[in-house]
């Protein structure tokens, strides 16, 4: 059990011994059935729990008055309520864990309540919290506490602990937003305990345990029950106006004064909300007058995140939310981050789907996970349901006040019309299959197809094609079975959780939802008269699991009950249940066919002798029908049928099927028709038939994947596409089916009329025996729809998909009209012409192609661009088409007449980083506007669709002022042209509304989808908007001005890429995982409106209203956060234009890039130059040359594929180069400098080493944000690191350091040269260098040999030629070059600009001349001549195979000659053959990003950002080589697999790959031994910044804690980490070490204070957290312990200073002198009793970042404190030569600094309070400052020794100064990475501690004794010695 929370220890002990009566079972909830099987234990009462029928009323039961099976803690007594006029029990205090009432006595004890929903009749005390802890038990004795509580902030799941959150939102004060208000009333808390575990944990209630009430609320009593009833209805009114509704009992009725409503003076509370089938049973049973009007409380639940298990979209956090009495308008306008959904409102008229009557006596849980459907609608049920299925989750409802209400002080709670709701009603799903295309089963009476598509359920009717669903599944559905009578089906869902429903047939509402024993159950059975199913599956194991349940009572209310489960170790691809005898089935498998019987609750099987059959794969069996049933027909991949007695258990016949067509036909030929094809055809086959004897041939035959068998014949379904029906004695073939694809299925109908079949690609169909004609019944994409188009005219459909077909479907029929097929290349968009039968598609390789769909044309291409084609659009009055690619570049093309022509190509537009969406490109509605995203993913650009004239242009970012970060924009789309506006979703979860016109914000939506949206829509009378994101549809009433409604809608299974409205506006498109069509209810306007007055739902287009939104006009920094303004739209800016040197290399059409170079001799302008609006322009008016058909038939198409053009121009603009620097690049493996303090000293005051007090002694820590930055030879034990700016060479064997200092900015990489000798280090550029540091240092000597520059911003990688002759170094993505240089002269030889940035670069080891690097979308290769001083070099560039589907390389290594190993950002590791410039073999190495690569011999070792390190086999790869396109994967395996702490970044291993040394982004350094399997950790360092250094009072240890959460504890001797305490989701910002006063020595403490409020106590000798306190509401900034060590002082960010005992977890004193200003500082320190002139023996300070310190003096003992000082900074505007505010801090005053002396405990010293940088000296005794230290900065950290007169101070400007406090001597010290945060001196006073972010430098003090004259004079404090 959890701990309890609010500073107590722990929570109730577990039970010892003692067991609750066993529960009476009933899956419905009525309470009644048979009692389950528990063994029974002692508890208060025995025998059923009839005595707790119908009501259990718990204080009397327990006699809570007499103490005896209660208890009660503090203060809890009764009192006489005025309200209720009885006895309640009023429990208060101000700590709620030490006073409670508990239930029973001791946590050894159960209760044994069994009663499904628990009543709390109790009313919250203002203004502190409540608790309420329940602790259930489940059925297997699983304990679970759920606790209810207005402390709670969020929802929490544990697997044993649930944590509601209770809020109150109408209190007096905003920041106690979750305590009840002065009025609060008496609550009625219903709790359906049943359905809180099944919802949240799926577990099955047992009985409630027991019960903890604690303070503050008065409480009445408790009741349990398992009857549902309403609080608001007595018995006497129900009798009289004859309700359907369960009253409550006399004695748990609230009384009511007569003629008012019960809802005026009290509060019902139901939870668990109740769902889809009883949606409407709350708003009958509890309901206010008739107009809706609710006065008071209603529990609400917020949408958010939640972080337990929950796979559909849009979940919902459950927060118990109470709005009070006098809510004002102002509070209920709050915004919120998500718009809310209503998941239970107890008085609002809700519609059930039968209509408002339909109502539901009895709710369930399994009501909440199911949806019942009458007409197949979808159907209006709640976010928080178990199912993903197509159904709308209405919103919360509106808050309306009228002026009568608002006048009384009354909050009115009235629905806000959005209606119909639903509004979305599933049609049609154009798919089938998902998981597998194996299961469609037909009917009893054969007139429909019940088939899965992905996660819905089919049932198709095949003579009206009408369509109805099964709707309920989260994900794919795996298998389905019906029974012989069709009326109950079973199915099951794929996924590690795998969910068993059974459906009945006729109402399609689920019976019974159950979790299957299984991982995924892959086959389903029913026994024919459907009381018996039997389930084929995996565990988790791998093992093969046979699972029997009994079905019997699901028809009656019951559940399925698991009869029986056993293991085989054999191999099960079809399992079958006989239809004579249910108890019989039988299995097949490879070489096995079993026979299997149920009998006594197990399932047992034998095997049957196959002889020589053995080695056979069986696929599928059936056994034979009525005269023929003692035979079993199985069939098998090598095209044998064997006819098994499976009574006698042996092979009656084998039989071989061979093809009667010479082999050697392709079935590639078969599978390539294309938009023409034909139906398949039947014919008739004559095949070999062998009998027993002589053995039957294993030879080559028709492989067979399934078998269906009628009374006279046995259908066949093979892999050569055919459909086979023959005579039962295999005599000859009497019809065949030829298929587009391999046959999957076969399943004959009832009366054998009809035979089914399926193929792997996705068609269904079926031979109709008597006329030998084929039906299709639907096809389907084979992989995920990647976008669609509609088309007006003639109501088609067409869509593209990653199965490499376009496809075109009539929207009236569903039925398939055209399919067309590109083999080598994947369709990414789609458009139809407005006007012309003519469709337009973009594909993966950049092409764009038109087509015909009248005319058998040859497709006409267009090839202008170079990256994968992300948008495609035609202008409605289809003039202009338009295309974007993934480099940026958009063209425009004339598409008005039937011959496309392209017009302008511009170069870096449109934002590479974009995907391929349909709202990439969008045209306004007059076809005058075209918009997109780019040239950067932040801006949106408008342009003229004629001219390309810019015409506007907004930011993005600067719109998302809520948002942390910045945000991006994702989609943009055009809404009706009166008024015109502009729809933008952007990252931050917004839908931005825009005048097209100006670019002013007219609205905005926040929260819109908990994903970024990467599709919406607008309808064209612009009522409703579609967006899409994850798997969710949200409808949204965009005529609504303010807070508009919407409705979800969910049912796909993957995520939904695309969404649109149907030509007609009566329909709604939406493609994923297959095709949805849904139909709006809500019948659109006939005519947009005539002007935005016209519309009442059309807001304003210039500005939005203040009241809306209120934006901060305040200049934002560089730091990448969001800028504080909203931005003015920028004028036109030229159109930049590149110019292309030449054509392309095999291709035509028009290409334009830019370069730095500037435009080579070679390029020209073509023909048809001019200028549009004064703008320099770059026009190419389309010839011959650029369009047309081009190339050989080939295919269905009839052209042939182009090679893809190498190299790339030189020619380009400098402006434009300069002005848009490459995007980053979204792969980790690409190096990224953290953001630092920009401040840097250029020189500081270093002297000489014979003279410096402080020396580096080591470093802690190691840069996990570089990018291989490890270096290790294990011959020569060279071990180098990086650390901030620092290169650490340490010594393995004894853990000394050396420090190489020099980089001014982050060390990025390095590279070690071959023979060792040689290290080069490189870091970024700075204020201080222009450009970027590469340091050349001789191993040897630790010297730097020499400086080069040549890169901008960073560089990626470093390599050396095999000879050491050559270095090469690539740049980061902000200047894309690659420079080489040599090492004899270190001499820049050649460099390059590259067309987009790469990742990382290596030399041949074996070609010194060769060299390689990889990135985006290419692998370029280099071949190097060398000709005395100069270098030339020949570029190569080859794309990466789009079959690869990857985007992009990043990381790569020489394996043996000539294979080049790379890794791609998909997980996959790909081999090329470097002579034959191709790939040739690729697997799936991880699933994360692989960033790391390092092959030798046959060993390849791979890292990724899955935090995986993998070592591979590849010994067979060169022979995979020889194979060529014929090469697999399958014979390079893993070896080992190591998992570490973070993503891998660097990696270095020994030549024989058996140990190596990896670095993480955790900043740890692992040693790695893969013979031992074996990871040890090497170096650790803190991920995030380090906000706190202590050390413990012995000198023997020191401690850390650092925002990534965790309190690490280091040895002082070693340095190395000892322990960690890691608190998850929380920073941790202050710590302190207890003092030895405290306790034992042996018994040290360190407190941590974190972000959250709360403050931990943590035992360094137990290593346990001993104590959690919530002292808080707000983050802890400082902590320290008192002199004593008994009382623990904290300080929060809103200036609080809390003082707490940490031995009883009590906060005894809050002192609030420095509200309003965060704490910074917090010392205590010891003196004598009465010393200046105060009483106490603790004297301590707080300083704030106000610039004020206070000194106190207490004595916590008597609880005494008294304020015996305060200082604080003279105003800046009063005095005189004050100094301008420090430009680190431009509008911050400098951190206030404050510290006791060491040496003098009554002198103060301080820093940052005056307004001069320098440090005072002030005397408590004298009341005055003493003595001043001028500085040249301001500090930022101050530290004192406590044994020399030493003072340490950090700068921001990454300086630490030590200054002698005697004799006035200062000392610089530079070496760190950042601002110097902390620095600290250890208590032995001989190490200093320095800290910038997460580096930590430690430095030895040499001396406490210095002589001056080597020091530098500085001023004197001679005042010390008097």
Same mark, same amino acid.
């Given at each position: ?14 039970e ?9 079972q009933d ?22 729990p ?6 259990l ?26 309200t ?9 205090g ?10 029973p ?17 109790f ?48 209190g ?17 808390l219903?709790?359906?305990?049943r ?15 027991s ?6 609320l ?67 049973k509890?309901r ?18 939640v972080?337990f ?8 956090? @459950?927060?118990a ?15 919120r981050?998500?718009?809310e959904?209503?998941?239970?409102c ?23 996970v ?5 007409t ?10 178990l199912?993903?299925?197509p159904?709308a ?6 808050r309306?006040q ?22 979305l009603r ?29 996660a ?31 009326s ?32 995924t159950l ?20 791998g ?9 019997e ?15 085989t170790g ?103 028709s ?6 398949p ?31 006279t ?12 029906l ?65 088309e ?45 039968p ?7 390789s ?20 170079r ?15 338009f ?42 509605g ?7 995203v780019?040239p ?6 408008v342009?003229?669709t ?6 506007l242009?907004?930011?993005v970012s ?10 991006? $924009? ?6 009706p ?10 990252s ?7 005048d ?10 926040l929260?819109v ?43 796909? %299974? ?12 009566q329909?709604?498109l ?15 306007? %006939?005519?947009? @409106?005539?002007? $935005? ?30 800028r ?23 291709g ?16 020209h ?16 008016e389309?010839?011959?040359?650029g ?10 198409w ?7 053009p190498?190299?790339?121009a ?29 401040l ?9 080493a ?34 901030g ?9 004894s ?38 540091q ?26 050396f ?5 050559l ?31 790469a ?25 190097l ?40 950002n998909?997980?996959?590791?790909c ?9 040739f ?40 080589r ?17 998992t570490l ?91 302190a ?40 509401r ?35 004193h ?23 002139g ?12 106000d ?8 004595d916590?003992?008597?609880?005494h ?9 003279? %105003? ?6 004050a100094?301008?505010?420090p430009?680190?801090?431009?509008s911050?005053? @400098? ?12 002198l ?34 101050l ?9 340490a ?12 406090c ?20 250890a208590?032995s ?6 800290v ?9 003090v ?14 004197r ?6």
């Open positions: 059990m959890p701990p309890c929370p609010h500073g107590t220890r722990g929570g109730l002990a577990p010892t011994g003692l067991r609750a009566p066993p529960p009476w899956p419905l909830g009525s309470g009644t059935g048979d009692r389950a099987s528990c063994p029974p234990g002692p508890s208060y009462f025995h025998g059923p009839v005595w707790q029928q119908p009501l009323n718990v204080f009397r039961h327990f006699k809570v008055g007499e103490w005896k099976r209660s208890t009660k803690e503090g203060d809890v007594a009764p009192v006489t309520d005025k209720l006029q009885c006895t309640v029990y009023r429990i208060q101000s700590v709620s864990a030490s006073n409670y009432l508990q239930l006595k001791t946590s050894t004890q159960s209760l044994g309540l069994t009663g499904r929903y628990l009543y709390v009749l009313r919250p005390l203002p203004p502190k919290h409540f608790v309420i802890h329940l602790d259930v038990a489940t059925e297997d004795s699983q304990v679970i506490r759920v606790s209810f509580s207005s402390l709670f902030k969020e929802f929490k799941s544990t697997a044993t602990w649930l944590q509601f959150p209770f809020i109150c939102e109408a007096p004060r905003k920041d106690l937003a979750g305590v009840a208000p002065s009025g609060a009333r008496w609550t009625c219903q709790l359906d305990l359905d809180t575990l099944l919802v949240y944990l799926n577990r099955r209630y047992g009985h409630l345990k019960v903890r009430l604690c303070a503050s008065l409480v009445k009593n408790l009741y349990t029950s398992d009857l549902c009833f309403d609080p608001a209805v007595t018995t006497v009114e129900a009798q009289r106006a004859k309700l359907s509704v369960t009253p409550v009992p006399r004695e748990m009725a609230f009384p009511v004064p007569k003629g008012e409503s019960w809802h005026e003076h009290y509060v019902h509370v139901r939870f668990p909300s109740v769902s889809s089938r009883a949606s409407s049973e709350p708003a009958q509890s206010s007058p008739p107009e809706a009007v609710f006065r008071g409380h209603v529990l609400e639940l917020l949408p958010h995140p972080a298990s929950n796979p559909f979209p849009d979940s919902v956090s @459950p927060v939310r109470m709005f009070g009495p006098t809510a004002s308008r102002q509070a209920s306008s709050v915004p981050p998500l718009p959904v209503r998941l239970f107890e008085h609002s008229e809700v519609c059930g789907e039968n209509g408002p009557g339909d109502h539901s006596q009895e709710p369930s849980a399994r009501a909440q199911t949806n019942k459907h009458a197949g609608n979808s159907t209006h049920t709640s976010s928080l349901e199912a993903t299925v159904v989750l209405s919103e919360r409802p509106g309306k009228s002026s009568r209400d608002t006048a009384s002080g009354d909050t009115v709670f009235q629905r806000r019309s959005f209606l119909p709701d639903p509004i599933l049609k049609g799903v154009i798919g089938f299959g998902g998981h597998s295309t194996k299961w469609a089963v037909w009917t009893k009476d054969g007139a429909a197809v019940v088939y899965p598509c992905h819905v359920i089919v049932v198709l009717c095949v003579d009206t094609r009408e369509q109805r669903f099964f709707l309920g599944h989260t994900d794919k559905v795996s298998a389905l079975a019906l029974d012989g009578s069709s109950l089906l079973a199915s099951a869902q794929a996924g590690p959780a795998s969910m068993l429903r059974l459906w009945d047939f006729q109402t399609r509402g689920c019976l019974s939802l159950s979790r299957s024993p299984v991982h892959c086959s389903l059975s029913f026994s024919s008269s459907g009381v018996l199913l039997c389930g084929v599956g995996k565990d988790p194991h093992r093969t699991v046979v699972v029997a349940w009994g079905t009572q699901v028809g009656r209310g019951g559940e399925a009950v698991l009869l029986a489960k056993t293991y054999v191999d099960i691809q079809a399992f079958k249940v006989a239809f004579f005898d249910e108890a019989r089935m039988a299995s097949c498998g490879q070489g096995s066919v079993r026979l299997w019987r149920l009998r006594g609750g197990e399932l047992r099987s034998c095997p049957v002798d196959l002889g020589a059959h053995r080695v056979l794969e069986l696929t599928d069996l059936a056994f034979g029908q009525a005269q023929d049933a003692r035979t079993l027909y199985v069939c098998s991949r090598s095209g044998h049928v064997l006819e098994i007695d499976h009574q006698r258990m042996t092979v009656r016949h084998a039989r071989l099927l061979l093809p009667a067509q010479a082999p050697g036909s392709p079935l590639s030929q078969k599978q390539a294309g938009a023409g094809r034909r139906a055809a039947t014919r008739g086959e004559q095949s070999r038939c062998f009998g027993l004897t002589p053995p039957t041939p294993l030879g080559p035959g028709i492989s067979i994947s399934s078998l269906s068998v009628s009374q014949t046995c259908a066949v379904g093979s892999d050569d596409g055919y459909l086979r023959w005579p039962l004695d295999f005599s000859s073939v009497l019809l065949e089916a030829e298929h587009e694809g391999p046959v999957t299925l076969v399943c004959v109908s009832p009366d054998g009329l009809r035979v089914l079949s399926a193929t792997s690609s996705g068609h269904l169909g079926f031979l109709d025996v008597p006329s030998r004609e084929y039906n299709v019944l639907t096809r389907s994409h084979a992989a995920p729809v990647l976008g669609l188009a509609t007006h005219s003639r109501g088609q459909l067409a869509t593209v998909s990653q199965d490499h077909t376009v496809r075109v479907w009539d929207l009236a029929t569903l039925q398939q009209l055209y399919d067309l097929t590109s083999p080598e290349e994947t369709p990414r968009t789609i458009a139809f012409h407005p006007t012309r003519a469709l337009f598609c973009g594909f993966g950049g092409a764009v192609r038109s087509f015909s769909l009248e005319a058998a044309q040859v497709p006409v291409q267009h090839r202008c661009h990256g994968a084609v992300t948008g495609l659009a035609v202008s409605p009055d289809g003039s202009f088409l295309s974007s690619c993934s480099w940026g570049t958009l063209a425009q093309y004339r598409c008005s007449a039937a011959q496309c022509r392209i017009l302008r190509v511009t170069a870096d537009m449109v934002c590479r980083d974009a995907h391929p969406t349909p709202n990439a490109l969008v045209v306004s007059d076809s005058r506007l075209l918009a997109f780019g950067s993913k932040y801006v949106v650009t342009v003229n004629a001219s390309l004239e810019e015409l242009r907004v930011d600067a719109l998302a002022l809520a948002s942390s970060r910045l945000a991006s $924009a994702v989609a943009v789309c055009f809404g042209v009166p008024p015109g506006h502009l729809l933008v979703s952007t931050s979860n917004t839908v931005v509304v825009l097209a016109a100006s670019g002013c914000l007219v609205r905005e939506l929260g989808h908990p994903l970024a949206c990467p599709s919406l829509a607008l309808s064209r009378d612009a009522r409703f908007l579609l967006t899409a994101a994850d798997r969710a549809i949200k409808v949204w009433d965009y005529a609504a001005k303010a807070s508009p409604g919407h409705q979800v809608y969910i049912g796909h %299974s993957e995520p939904v890429r695309a969404v649109a409205f149907a030509p007609d506006q329909q709604l939406s493609v994923a995982d297959a095709i949805f069509v849904w139909d709006i209810l809500g019948a659109p306007e %006939s005519s947009p @409106p005539g002007s $935005a007055g016209d519309s009442p739902g059309v807001p304003p287009t210039c500005e939005a209203s203040p009241g809306e939104r209120q934006l901060e006009d305040t200049e934002s920094g560089a730091s990448g956060l969001p504080q303004q909203v931005p003015v739209p920028s004028q036109a800016a030229p159109l930049r234009l590149g110019l292309r040197a030449g054509p392309l290399e095999g035509d059409g028009a290409f334009s890039t830019s370069d730095e170079e500037g435009p080579s001799e070679e390029s302008i073509p023909e048809g130059l001019h200028q549009a609006s004064g703008l320099p322009m770059l026009v190419k389309a010839s011959g040359a369009d047309g058909a081009w190339g050989a038939p080939r295919g269905p009839g052209f042939s594929m182009r090679p893809h190498r190299g790339w030189t020619a380009r603009s400098t402006s434009a180069a300069q002005a848009r620097p490459p995007a980053r690049p979204d792969c980790y493996r690409h190096f990224v400098a953290r953001y630092k303090s920009p840097l000293v250029k020189s500081t005051s270093v002297p000489g014979r003279t410096e007090r402080l020396l580096l002694k080591a470093v802690v820590g190691y840069n996990g944000n570089g990018r291989a930055n490890v270096a290790w030879k294990p011959d020569t034990g060279f071990f180098a690191y990086t650390c700016c620092l290169v650490v060479v340490e010594d393995l064997h853990g000394a350091q050396r420090h190489w200092l020099g980089h001014p900015e982050e060390v990025s990489t390095l590279a070690l040269s071959h023979d060792a000798q040689i290290l080069a280090s490189a870091s970024g550029c700075g204020n201080t260098a222009s450009r970027c590469i340091r050349i240092w001789d191993v040897p000597g630790g010297s730097c040999r020499r400086l080069i520059s040549y890169h901008n911003t960073a560089v990626q990688a470093l390599a030629s095999p000879d050491d002759a270095l090469v170094t690539l740049g980061a993505y902000g200047d894309c070059t690659l420079a080489l240089w040599s090492m004899a002269t270190y001499e820049l030889l050649s460099s390059v600009r590259l067309p987009e940035p990742h990382d670069v290596a030399f041949n080891p074996r070609e010194a001349g060769e060299l390689t690097c990889v990135g985006q979308g290419a692998i370029t290769s280099w071949l001549q060398q000709r005395g001083a100069s270098v030339r070099s020949q570029a190569h560039r080859e794309p990466i195979p789009e079959e690869l589907g990857a985007g992009e390389l990043t990381s790569l290594c020489y394996g043996d000659a000539p294979l080049l190993y790379c890794g791609s998909a997980g996959q590791v081999v090329w053959d470097t002579c034959a410039s191709r790939c073999l690729a697997w799936e190495a991880d699933d994360g990003e692989i960033g790391v690569l390092l092959c030798s011999g046959a060993r390849l070792v791979s890292g990724s950002n899955s935090r995986r390190l993998r070592l591979w086999a590849v010994g067979a790869v060169p022979e995979l020889r194979k060529g396109a014929r090469a697999r994967s399958s014979s390079v395996f893993m070896e080992r697999e190591l702490d973070g993503a891998i970044v660097s990696a270095v291993f020994h030549d024989s790959m058996d140990m190596g040394v990896a670095g993480t982004t955790a900043g740890t350094l692992w040693y790695v031994s893969w013979a031992a399997g074996t990871s040890t950790r090497l170096i650790s360092g803190h991920r995030s910044k380090v906000n706190e250094v202590v050390f413990s009072p012995s000198a023997s240890h020191w401690a850390t804690c650092s925002d990534d959460g965790s309190v690490r504890v280091w040895s002082l001797a070693s340095m190395e980490l000892l322990i960690q305490f890691q608190v998850l989701n929380q920073s941790c910002l202050c710590l070490w207890s003092p030895l006063s405290c306790r034992r020595p042996e018994e040290q403490q360190v407190v941590a204070g974190y972000s959250d409020g709360t403050l931990r106590v943590f035992s360094v000798s137990r290593i346990a957290m001993e104590l959690k306190m919530h002292p808080h707000v983050a802890l900034t400082a902590i320290a312990f008192s002199a004593d060590g008994q009382t623990v002082l904290s300080g929060d960010k809103d200036g609080l200073v809390a003082v707490s005992r940490p031995r009883t977890g009590m906060t005894f809050v002192l609030s002198d420095h509200q309003g200003a965060p704490i910074s500082t917090i010392q205590s320190t010891h003196k004598e009793y009465g010393d200046l105060a009483e106490g023996a603790d004297l301590w300070l707080a300083a704030s970042s610039q004020r310190v206070s000194i106190w003096v207490s916590w003992s008597r609880g404190c008294e304020l015996l000082d305060w200082l604080s900074s003279p %105003s800046p505007a009063l005095t005189e030569h100094a301008p505010p430009p680190q801090f431009p911050h005053p @400098p951190p206030s600094l404050a510290a006791f002396c060491p040496w003098d405990a009554a103060l010293v301080c820093a940052g309070l005056g307004v001069h940088p320098e440090v005072a000296f002030y005397s408590l005794r004298q009341k005055q400052v003493v003595e001043k230290i001028s500085l040249p900065f301001f500090a930022v950290s530290s004192l020794s406590p044994g020399a007169h030493l003072m101070i950090g700068f921001a400007e990454r300086v630490l100064r030590l200054v002698d005697e004799s006035g001597a200062v000392q610089d010290f530079a070496g760190h990475d950042d601002l110097v945060q902390l620095c600290r001196f208590s006073a001989r190490l200093l501690f320095s910038a972010h997460s580096e930590i430098l430690v430095w030895e040499t001396g406490h004794r210095a002589i001056e004259e080597s020091l530098g004079s500085g001023p404090l001679a005042w010390w010695r008097s």
